[in-house]
């Protein structure tokens, strides 16, 4: 009979192979525990500190795998048409399926196709060995009887619910992507707890064929559907549409969360770390970590970024796109909230607006005024002359301006603080000095790019470009005592309590950061500006200052409450200026409200003054309406600075021989004009000593009076000063520059 040669053949192939598997060796087999604990997702999941998911980021290109999925989250759908499609005796064999050798080798014998014998059990043995893995020629005889043995082993040692589950989590579906999770959200956008027949027959038609085209996908998918629904009638039309669909698809994104920035950086930072340290024993990589803990906090992140969003979609009318907004605390420098951009909003999403360095306008002012106070050039009660400066420098006259373009006259260093005036900064500035105040911003952490004689005098109205990040920790710095920390995205171990001569010294004096604290939570001394009503005042105590750069740029909200450091920062990635945005309609209502939610059950207590401050009543002397420059109030000095009266000095200045001469300018000084600032807003003080002197310009009369404003036009210029008697008693020769200048509303910093 033609059956007896195939007969002896097939005993003789079960004898080889049971003789095989019983003669191997019984090695060490791998425990599914070991497979599921060395399983590496090709993401890494950024979870905020109490271990919810933030973030998750593909950090291995070379392969698209979700999270180990149990068997029990998995589909009854799919399990099933994984079976079915697979191993249909699954559950009744022992890792090697007899009848399904037998049919296959009967149809190698008589050239029929067959499904084949290769069990799942038999499949995964395959996935675990790398020895024993599938290449493009097919497995080799070696490979085979390897594969038998090895799945033998298995059944020996693991479960069947193991066995399937560890198969769903690594058997490769289509391209890149491997495991169950990955390709449910990749092709049908769901976890894969929720997918049904028709998706499950795809799914297992693709184990088979992963790289088919869609049509034969479908063929196959059609099969398996039938025959897991024989009583129903399966419409493989409907199916192949949905299969082409299908697999173009792409749902599963490469990145996706809520904190994509704060995520990249603390990856970035982790990987710095390991490259730097010793190489890890095999098999112990450090940066094969699949989840990554922060500090940040899911609840405060997810309102940050709402809460930007909402408000950047308010400000569109006014050319505005992008944000950015960190919150640190303030005790531990740690990240509570990091949103780098306004994420759908932008055209630039991807840029960092929180490590980007932009233009801080009048927000670095605090830190100067806390440098002059601490070197006691000035107290918070001290009068500084916010009138028309002109300051002389390398390159010509220096002229800044204020925000609203008018002079508030002699004002109070808190006055000025709060209200943001920009000539009392910059006159601050020069008694402090640029390259003084540079060197100060940067050991705050400030990235300056550039010497403080670069910026000159400038600076004082945030001309350097600084980072959000930086720039906030500095004002965490004022919010405690002066003292400098750096800040942290990951968690680290607690420390104990440090011993007071341990702990590092003030950078600047706690005394001086107290004081500037006190100003600018003090609302009546910003009214000046921004009025009784200001959206920066808070129900808690809050230290706030806002900022707006050179044309609109940037605008900037960043200030401390007893626990926390908030810092907001609002324009376009792009450099576009914004329209009509101030200080308190940019970033200040995104400050105000982050800050409400950080203290909806949490108070907010003032600070204790620091030893070596004095506290007084003190008054102001008369302007020139004859009332009191200022209110009376009580006010904090450093001991030893501490005076009763500010006034004043009236007296006529002369020399000694009392002679009219000319104090300002300079001779042979170089005016240049701002082409940002509108001619007819930009003029010359001319300044003298002695009586009843008059000024003339190229021969022309201008004014009468110690002081005037002259309005300039290019060219040279002589400038002649005549005394009472009709004689020219001085004269300097000027040059202006800047013809063609072009009008445009806008001005130096602002508040």
Same mark, same amino acid.
């Not at 060490?28 to 999941?45: G, P, W």
């Not at 399926?97 to 008589?110: F, H, K, P």
């Not at 640190?328 to 759908?344: H, I, K, M, R």
């Given at each position: ?82 079976? *079915? =499609? ?7 064999? /022992? @890792?090697? #399926?007899? &009848?399904?050798? $037998?049919? !296959? +080798? ?76 990955? *390709? =449910? ?7 894969? /707890? @929720?997918? #049904?027949? &028709?998706?499950? $027959?795809? !799914? +297992? ?91 940040? &906090? ?454």
């Amino acid at each position: 009979m033609k059956p007896a040669p195939f007969a002896l053949s097939r005993k003789s192939l079960a004898a080889l192979l049971i003789a095989a598997a019983w003669a191997h060796t019984a090695g060490a087999v791998v425990s599914f525990e070991e497979v599921k604990r060395n399983f590496r997702s090709s993401d890494t999941a950024v979870l905020d500190r109490n271990g919810e998911l933030l973030q998750r980021v593909r950090t291995d290109p070379t392969v698209r795998r979700g999270q180990w999925t149990a068997l029990a989250d998995v589909s009854p759908a799919l399990r099933t048409a994984m079976v *079915l =499609s697979e191993d249909k005796r699954f559950y009744e064999h /022992s @890792g090697i #399926d007899w &009848r399904a050798v $037998s049919a !296959a +080798a009967w149809g190698n014998l008589w050239n029929t196709r067959t499904r084949g014998a290769s069990t799942i059990t038999m499949q995964l043995s395959g996935l675990l060995d790398d020895d024993l893995r599938r290449n493009s020629g097919g497995r080799s005889f070696t490979q085979k009887i390897g594969q038998t043995v090895a799945a033998a082993q298995l059944e020996r040692n693991w479960r069947k619910d193991q066995i399937l589950e560890a198969y769903l989590n690594t058997v490769p579906f289509r391209g890149e992507i491997v495991g169950i999770d990955a *390709l =449910s959200r990749t092709l049908f956008g769901k976890a894969p /707890s @929720g997918l #049904d027949a &028709r998706e499950a $027959s795809v !799914a +297992a038609a693709l184990v088979r064929a992963p790289n088919a085209k869609p049509a034969a996908v479908a063929q196959r998918a059609c099969e398996v559907l039938r025959t897991m629904e024989p009583q129903q009638k399966t419409d493989c039309e409907a199916l192949d549409m949905f299969t082409s669909a299908a697999v173009q698809r792409r749902a599963f994104e490469p990145n996706e969360g809520i904190a994509p920035h704060a995520a990249r950086r603390v990856l970035r930072e982790i990987r710095d770390a390991n490259a730097a340290a010793a190489p890890a024993p095999k098999g112990k990589e450090k940066d094969k970590e699949t989840a990554v803990r922060t500090t940040l &906090r899911a609840p405060l992140q997810r309102f940050a970024l709402d809460t930007l969003q909402r408000h950047l979609r308010e400000l569109r009318d006014r050319h505005v796109e992008d944000g950015a907004l960190v919150v640190l605390d303030n005790a531990t420098g740690e990240v509570l909230a990091w949103v780098g951009s306004s994420g759908p909003l932008s055209q630039a999403a991807e840029v960092d607006g929180v490590t980007a360095l932009r233009q801080p306008g009048s927000t670095l002012k605090p830190l100067l005024y806390a440098q002059a106070i601490a070197e006691r050039r000035i107290t918070a009660a001290s009068l500084i002359e916010d009138s028309s400066a002109q300051i002389s420098t390398a390159s010509g006259l220096y002229i800044p301006q204020n925000y609203d373009r008018r002079f508030k006259g002699p004002v109070s260093a808190r006055t000025a603080l709060a209200a943001s005036l920009n000539v009392p900064a910059v006159r601050t500035l020069v008694m402090v000095s640029p390259e003084a105040f540079a060197r100060e911003l940067r050991a705050a952490g400030l990235p300056l790019r550039e010497s403080g004689d670069y910026y000159g005098y400038s600076l004082a109205l945030g001309s350097a470009e600084v980072s959000l990040l930086s720039l906030t920790n500095a004002y965490r710095m004022l919010a405690n005592g002066g003292r400098y920390a750096t800040t942290t995205l990951t968690p680290k171990p607690a420390e104990k309590p440090k011993a007071a001569s341990a702990a590092p010294a003030p950078l600047i004096d706690p005394r001086a950061a107290f004081i500037v604290g006190d100003i600018l939570s003090d609302p009546n001394a910003r009214t000046r500006t921004f009025g009784l009503d200001s959206i920066l005042s808070t129900r808690f105590w809050t230290a706030v200052k806002t900022g707006t750069s050179k044309d609109m740029r940037d605008n900037w909200a960043v200030g401390w409450s007893q626990r926390y450091t908030v810092g907001v920062w609002v324009g376009n990635a792009s450099g576009e200026s914004m329209w009509d945005v101030s200080g308190t309609s940019g970033a200040a209502p995104v400050w105000a409200e982050v800050m409400r939610f950080l203290h909806a059950r949490e108070p907010s207590r003032a600070p204790s003054p620091p030893a070596g401050l004095v506290e007084m009543q003190v008054s102001f002397g008369p302007g020139g309406d004859g009332n009191a420059l200022e209110a009376s109030r009580s006010e904090w000095f450093l001991q030893g600075t501490e005076q009763p009266l500010f006034a004043l000095d009236t007296g006529m200045a002369t020399d000694a021989s009392g002679s009219a001469r000319i104090t300002a300018p300079a001779d042979g000084t170089i005016i240049a004009l701002d082409p940002d600032i509108p001619p007819q807003r930009q003029r010359v003080r001319f300044d003298s000593e002695g009586r009843g002197v008059q000024w003339r310009v190229d021969g022309k009369p201008l004014a009468r009076g110690n002081t005037v404003q002259w309005f300039p036009w290019p060219g040279r210029h002589v400038i002649e000063l005549v005394d009472a008697s009709g004689k020219v008693a001085d004269q300097r020769r000027i040059e202006v520059r800047g013809a063609g200048v072009v009008a445009k509303n806008n001005g130096g910093a602002r508040r």
